[in-house]
């Protein structure tokens, strides 16, 4: 009870605050005269439009994103004397003075010129859309939206991998398996090393996640966003990422931003791939040594402690030759062949300054490389064993998604998102290489010629053809099903009440349903003991729940021409909670697959939660629009901490300097240098 209390009150306290800061804003955002800037965005040289630029009065909250025609409208900007910014990634950054009069909209126009280098893009991080040259620690950023149009991207590990330093992706060998991911290396030994993922603005379950033993290749939750939906990518990296996002993001933070609509007519996308996939890698052969024994003509094997024992222990075999075989390398034999996929899918976006929209649907199906080995197929049929439709394709991937986001403007000072996604997938997974009933250890652990015997007791007896102790057609007849349905919705507010103050809240949930199946039938699997073949099946399904809400509230000062001052006060709290049941049964009659007729059956009830409270300020000052400093802490109180370690403080400190802005910096000619900063954090 004293926890829960202390929780309520902690709650409390943060809501009174913000309303009390809003409540004393009110009077002075009704008393301050203002007018609009109409900006225009046109690309030097051929004069088009520039679509998605970034506009900004400078030292305020106020801005937005050009549409289609290249123009945006600020409404409510301060009278007198402003500077209006715009940033594109991929042009170069441009601000211009204007003069605001309550009586006419003031038109501004900028031309932008392009660069090869991305000099000044906009991430989005904890405290609201920063520029990058304002931020001392270490960010990265992927243009999501543009890399799928040019690229073959097929899922969010094709993003992630070698896109941004510091970044490790390592792949996985199966189609359905997610990618291990680590921002500069690992932290903890025995802890969990994955980053977080926060997707338009709240947590969402990433990472791997399955009760399913396969070995190495296990499914992803990341792997369940669509990359035709994402806009971009953000990647905090470093200790800062707690400061910004909390205890869990101690291994750094990924910061997804969906596809949002625009001002404009109704823009269709329509969009379709098919392909092939080969594994183009060079594996190991097999190698046995082949000798006699002194005296005797009849071949054997030699093994290396036999050879290594020297005249000591007696001379057993003499080496005569070395065979070289690997059932990889064989076409009959090999479990690789090709895999296939497609993805067809429809979007549009558009809508007016008052509401826009992009809804976007689409549909993948991806067959992986493993297939069954062709001699096996004479293998069934000789033996009598059932040949289930599984056996010869035995991973696969099949997902729909389907998305809608909608942003409305009802008024100058205030901007709202509803943004929801859907996703539903069937999945099948094989025994990979760490499994001992996988088919790495089966492969690579045969000897080097294909006449080694046949597969042992109580299995039938097979040949192996070159593989160590059993065939594939024995790995694939365990199936490991894994049937996900999730959705993902939040709302984003952002009320800018003054010209110099922006109040922000997010709001939304994660809810996935996820049924996992591991079946085996009764005289079907691999001979690891005299009871695995038989017959399983286990049932798992579990359900997770991921809320986020998050409020904060930036204000901007300005007390002279050079400096500018920025603070932000925030709290968050992210509710994690999972439960689940699994049914188990051992030992099945023949044609069963229930765990209900299992000889020995089981249940398991699992229930996790995890709560976490936190708040934080961060002030910013801008000298001159060169020098940014910025300090920042957040206080975290969650629920695995107990009674008597209630809180932790996360401190942040960074340093931003262009140097090459100041009048008296002057680059040699032969560096080719557009812009030099220094940043510490």
Known sequence: MKVSFAWRRRVERSLMLFILVAASVLPAAAQQATGNVGVTVLEQGSGRPVFQ???????????????????????????GARQVRVLRVGYTEQKKDVVVSATTTVAVEFTLSTVAVQLTP????????TRRVEIGNATASIDAGKMVESSPITNMNDLLNAHAAGVLVTPSTQTGSGSRVRIRGMSSVTLNN????????????????????????????????????????????????????????????????????????????????????????????NYTIIGHT??????????????????????????????????????????LGNGYRGQVGVGVRGGTEAVRYNIQASRENETGIFKLPDFEYTMLDSTHQPMHSWLARPNFRDATSVRANISMSPSSKLDVSVNSGFTTLDQRLLQASNAT?????????????PQNGFVGSPAPATPLHGYRAWTPAYIYQERLDQGINRFIGSVNVNWRPTTWMQNRMDIGSDLTDRNEANDLFNGEGP?????????????????????TA????????????????????????????????????????????????????????????????????????????????????????????????????????????????????????????????????
């Not at 994103?65 to 301060?78: A, C, E, H, M, N």
């Not at 101690?250 to 092939?276: D, L, M, P, Y």
């Not at 188990?584 to 229930?607: H, K, R, S, Y």
């Open 527 to 547: 001979p690891i003991t005299t009871t695995y073949r038989n017959g399983k099946a286990y049932d798992f399904r579990s359900n997770l729940r991921n809320i």
């Open 194 to 285: 994955d980053p977080i993922y926060v997707i338009d603005g709240i947590r969402m379950t990433g990472g791997q996640d399955t009760q399913l033993s396969t070995g190495d290749a296990q499914a992803s939750r990341i792997g369940d966003i669509s990359p035709e939906e994402i806009e971009s990518i953000e990647i905090v990296k470093g200790p800062s990422a707690a400061t910004l996002y909390g205890t869990a993001a101690a291994n750094g933070v990924i910061v997804i931003t969906t596809k949002k609509g625009r001002a404009g007519n109704a823009q269709w996308t329509v969009f379709g791939e098919s392909g092939q996939m080969s594994d183009r890698n060079e594996y190991p052969w």
């Open 53 to 79: 630029a970034q506009v900004s009065i400078v030292n305020t909250t106020l801005g937005g994103v050009t549409g289609q025609d290249g123009k945006f409208l600020i409404r409510g900007v301060p009278l």
């Open 550 to 681: 998050n409020v904060s509230s930036t204000g901007t000062w300005s007390p002279r021409s050079w400096l500018n001052s920025k603070t932000t006060i925030g709290a968050q709290y992210v509710d994690f909670r999972q439960d689940g049941n699994s049914a188990t049964g051992d030992g099945l009659p023949p044609g069963a697959l229930t765990a209900g007729a299992g000889a020995v059956q089981g249940a398991n009830e699992t229930f996790n939660i995890s709560r976490t409270l936190g708040q934080y300020v961060e002030e910013a000052v801008s000298i001159n629009d060169r020098l940014f400093l910025t300090a920042a802490a957040r206080s975290d109180q969650n629920s695995a901490f107990g009674q008597n370690f209630q809180n932790v403080i996360y401190p942040k400190f960074s340093v931003s300097w262009i140097i090459s802005e100041e009048s008296w910096f002057k680059a040699p000619e032969v560096l080719h240098l557009d812009q030099l900063r220094l940043r510490y954090a």
């Open 294 to 335: 002194p005296g005797a003509t009849t071949f054997k094997r030699c093994l290396l402690p036999t050879l290594s024992a020297g005249t000591a222990a007696g001379i057993t075999c003499i080496r005569d030759s070395v065979d070289t075989y690997s059932p990889l390398h064989d076409p009959s034999a090999t479990p």
């Open 437 to 449: 009933q996988g088919l790495g250890s089966q492969g690579y652990g045969g000897p080097g010629f």
């Open 122 to 129: 906009v991430v989005t991080t904890a405290t609201g859309d």
